[in-house]
């Protein structure tokens, strides 16, 4: 591997349908290339070239029955892609936009968001193109029977523990979990997101949305700031999104915007606490859209088919899906003064908006980085699992607190110029990928 262009050129031409993927393995190798020419060993060894290869990828057919009694058949994966550090972890996406390439890209980036965490997980993700929109709790269940009557022969405790991700709630876990120990016969902590009445962890819920926020405190410290009273635009209305926006309400912040697939709601006086119990409502129990704020609150305007990024704000949170935020969008939040972008979501910000944003004086924090309190926490499920012994809420919260400040830490670490200024998204790679690449060589060409 004798420079970043030789090596992407052999990643894009074996990866040539897969474009999610190839996106997050540039972002990458623009990061570490300079470094890894700084340390030959890593070059020599070519193990970034190892890196982007799945350890396994499987791929199965999910036949189940709908509620009309006919058979309909979906697309399973499960992508294994690297256990140096410890066995895989990463969630499952049920959506109609899961793809080969999708998982690819999120396993690639679930390994060093795992590795930037201090815990002993690899990396892997896995998913189905199955929509859980509008179907009925019993099509749900059947599908996911189906789901793992595969799936188990590839996991493990010890071996790969997924969680959930879009699509895929406490609903959809509980439904694995009960078909996984029907057929193994054994109580595991197989996967995690489990309800904390049968070995689930306090916080796991919460835990992506408020360690977003903790990471951005983080940043806001090192120019001797904090949330209080920062206007704060959120993309997304599901998991993450709540539970960031009810840290911000605790933490002071105006939080100003919430958006689903067909356009975001703008609330000059801020969502409340009651405001949040209405669409957390809405979402998960009438699994309405979020247009319907507008309506239930004065003041509010629905902006339909557009996305956040034009409201003015100080801190802007991308929290729904990959790419929504582009170069136009990141002119704008320049524009608007905003100080700090930071991802909630896998790869929300199009590398031209990242380009753009770390050119500006504008922090950006990359989601391997500022949304790992979730695999953090499913971590700390995981040792508790082990234990047999369940962590108090603030036990767990303190634990996600420190973690999302060591990852701070690191990012800082490899990530300072010489002209003392931080980019996030160098040092999460760097810091990432030191740790990982150790452990390959050490265990030696396997």
């Not at 009309?68 to 992508?79: A, D, L």
């Not at 929109?133 to 599908?143: A, H, Y």
Request: overall charge neutral; charged content about 25%; glycine content about 10%.
């Amino acid at each position: 591997m004798s420079n970043i262009n030789d090596s992407l050129n052999i990643i894009k031409t074996r990866n040539a349908n897969e474009p999610e993927f190839l996106q997050a393995v540039t972002e990458v190798a623009e990061s570490i290339f300079p470094f890894v020419e700084q340390n030959p060993i890593y070059r020599d060894n070519k193990v970034f070239e190892r890196m982007v290869e799945p350890e396994r990828a499987i791929l199965f057919r999910v036949p189940w029955v709908n509620d009309k009694g006919e058979v309909e058949v979906n697309r399973g994966y499960r992508v294994q892609m690297n256990s140096a550090i410890g066995p895989y972890k990463g969630g499952l996406r049920f959506h109609p936009s899961v793809t080969l390439s999708v998982l690819k890209f999120l396993a690639f980036e679930q390994v060093f968001k795992n590795s930037l965490t201090g815990l002993p997980m690899g990396g892997g993700k896995g998913g189905s193109d199955f929509d859980p929109k509008g179907k009925s709790d019993n099509e749900v269940m059947r599908f996911c029977q189906s789901f793992m009557t595969e799936l188990y022969r590839h996991v493990g405790a010890d071996i790969d523990i997924p969680a959930g991700d879009i699509g895929v709630g406490k609903r959809e876990i509980g439904y694995l979990f009960g078909q996984y120990k029907r057929i193994k016969g054994e109580f595991t902590g197989v996967l995690t997101g489990k309800g904390a009445e049968w070995g689930g962890s306090h916080i796991r819920p919460e835990a992506t949305g408020y360690g977003l926020i903790y990471f951005v405190e983080e940043i806001l410290k090192t120019q001797n700031l904090n949330m209080k009273d920062k206007i704060v635009t959120v993309s997304g209305s599901g998991n993450v999104a709540q539970f960031a926006v009810e840290k911000c309400i605790e933490k002071g912040a105006k939080v100003v915007t919430m958006s689903d697939s067909e356009g975001f709601i703008h609330d000059p006086q801020g969502i409340d606490s009651e405001k949040l119990a209405f669409i957390r409502d809405l979402k998960e129990v009438k699994r309405g859209r979020i247009k319907e704020y507008a309506k239930r609150f004065p003041g509010v305007t629905f902006y339909a088919n557009e996305r956040p990024w034009k409201i003015k704000c100080d801190i802007a949170l991308p929290n729904a899906t990959q790419n929504e935020l582009n170069l136009e969008d990141a002119s704008k939040l320049i524009t608007n003064g905003c100080i700090c972008v930071a991802e909630g979501a896998n790869m929300p910000c199009t590398p031209e908006a990242v380009n753009a944003f770390n050119s500006s004086n504008i922090f950006y924090a990359p989601g391997k980085a500022s949304n790992a309190g979730g695999v953090a926490v499913s971590g700390l499920e995981m040792s508790q699992n082990s234990q047999r012994y369940s962590w108090t809420r603030e036990e767990v919260d303190q634990k996600l607190k420190k973690v999302m400040k060591d990852i701070h830490d690191i990012c800082v670490k490899f990530g300072k110029d010489e002209n003392g200024r931080v980019n996030y998204e160098r040092g999460a790679n760097i810091g990432g990928f030191v740790k990982i690449a150790d452990a390959m060589l050490a265990q030696g060409v396997v």
